[in-house]
């Protein structure tokens, strides 16, 4: 006796709902670029200028702590940078 043709559902795929594509749309992410790079470049200034001055500028009263304020910049444009997509 032969065999009978063994039928192939069609896998399934959920139709789009209105909402994903709503919420997809609203989330327009061309800031990130601009403030990430910003910020990486106020931070590789600021540690720049700190020694180029000879620790006068930019506040001399922060002293090495403007090393740390530098990194904090550039620290605050890689936390930019997960939000890019």
Same mark, same amino acid.
């Given at each position: ?21 709503? +919420?997809?749309?609203?989330? *327009? ?8 790079? @910003?910020? /990486?470049? #106020?931070?590789?200034? !600021? ?13 001399? +009263?922060?002293?090495?702590? *403007? ?8 620290? @605050?444009? /890689?936390? #930019?940078?997960?939000? !890019?997509?």
């Amino acid at each position: 006796m032969p065999k009978s043709r063994i039928r192939k559902k069609a896998d399934y795929t959920p139709p789009p709902s209105s909402k994903q594509s709503a +919420a997809i749309k609203l989330t *327009n992410r061309s800031w990130v670029a601009p403030v990430m790079l @910003a910020l /990486f470049l #106020v931070g590789l200034a !600021w540690i720049v200028i700190f020694y180029v001055t000879d620790t006068r500028l930019p506040i001399e +009263a922060f002293g090495n702590w *403007n090393i740390v304020v530098g990194f904090g910049f550039i620290a @605050a444009g /890689f936390g #930019v940078s997960t939000q !890019w997509k």
